[in-house]
């Protein structure tokens, strides 16, 4: 499962492909954890995730609600993220459930959802980096990055850079970032972020998904002895909105295959949860998981700590206030 949506659904073997990768998903459909089976409550716990007016996101922030935690649904629609806000109300019954407006692509809008979450929040628990694009035609921000990386990389790491002291004053807290299998096809080159050396753009995505992996591994060793831990995982193919960025025919295609054997939004959210809020995740940080929630090692150049290293330094420099 190492390859992007749009190189199989444009492949001459794409059928066969789709079909192999299916049977591998549907005999993992259903992780051997079951967040209903976890006894853990959240009150008087503050939790964030990103992209919660939709599909994984949505279903992790009805879990956190459920557990009686004060959730903070980070929503670049306000319309959709309304609309999740009264869905995850009524069907958690806790009103303790909030829509803060935030675009990742953005460095700006990160900086204003930080600052207001600073002001209003005195406590933060879990930060969960759900929020990501595949798929998107190429295009520069105003801030000189690839969109793709700044929605799916840079725009997380400085929300987390942001919030990390007030995580660090709440601990123990944890930080989860939704990576992806697809990461093993990603390749390191900094010039990406600022749209460069780009040849194929069906691989842009992996090439965030390693990175979001690299990152993850730093920071949980510049974390150590906080309380506060990091992990990333992979939560599976599942039946998400991931393909709206693509074409009629290729939605169409997942879609259909999708139906018969894919993970759907509510399964593909339980590696998260698990992450979050299992007891069996406490003190546990630095590493990768698969859709199933079990510990598994990502590729090669994720467990590079010298390359984490520049990751950071990196990943600060371009995203520091000019």
Same mark, same amino acid.
């Given at each position: ?121 005195? &406590? ?9 694009? *595949?798929?998107?035609?190429?295009? @520069? =921000? #105003?801030?000189? !990055? ?120 509510? &399964? ?9 809020? *299992?007891?069996?995740?406490?003190? @546990? =940080? #630095?590493?990768? !998981? ?33």
């Amino acid at each position: 499962m190492t390859w992007e949506w749009s190189y199989i659904f444009s492949h001459p073997l794409w059928m066969l492909s789709t079909a192999i990768l299916a049977m591998i998903v549907r005999a993992q459909r259903k992780g051997s954890w079951d967040p209903r089976a976890c006894p853990v409550e959240l009150k008087g716990k503050t939790a964030i995730v990103t992209g919660a007016n939709t599909g994984i996101g949505k279903f992790i922030a009805l879990d956190f609600a459920r557990r009686g935690a004060r959730v903070i649904l980070a929503c670049r629609s306000k319309a959709r993220g309304t609309a999740a806000l009264h869905e995850i109300r009524e069907r958690s019954g806790n009103q303790n459930v909030h829509l803060r407006l935030l675009d990742t692509s953005s460095l700006a809008s990160v900086r204003q959802f930080a600052a207001q979450i600073l002001e209003e929040e005195k &406590e933060l628990h879990i930060l969960v980096n759900n929020a990501g694009a *595949s798929g998107l035609p190429r295009e @520069i =921000t #105003g801030e000189g !990055f690839e969109i793709t990386f700044a929605t799916n990389h840079l725009g997380p790491f400085l929300l987390t850079n942001l919030l990390l002291d007030l995580l660090k004053k709440s601990s123990p807290a944890r930080i989860v970032n939704v990576s992806s299998a697809n990461h093993w096809q990603g390749q390191v080159d900094f010039s990406h972020f600022r749209g460069e050396n780009l040849t194929l753009t069906h691989t842009v995505y992996s090439h965030t998904k390693l990175h979001n992996i690299i990152w993850t591994n730093e920071l949980a060793r510049r974390l150590q002895g906080t309380g506060v831990t990091a992990n990333s995982l992979h939560p599976g193919v599942a039946m998400t909105e991931v393909m709206r960025n693509y074409n009629f025919t290729l939605r169409f295609l997942f879609n259909l295959v999708g139906f018969f054997f894919f993970k759907s939004s509510e &399964e593909a959210a339980v590696n998260t949860i698990y992450c979050a809020v *299992s007891e069996e995740m406490e003190g @546990i =940080t #630095g590493k990768y !998981f698969d859709s199933d929630c079990s510990l598994v090692l990502p590729s090669p150049p994720a467990r590079d700590p010298a390359l984490g290293v520049k990751e950071f330094e990196i990943c600060e420099r371009l995203t520091a206030k000019l």
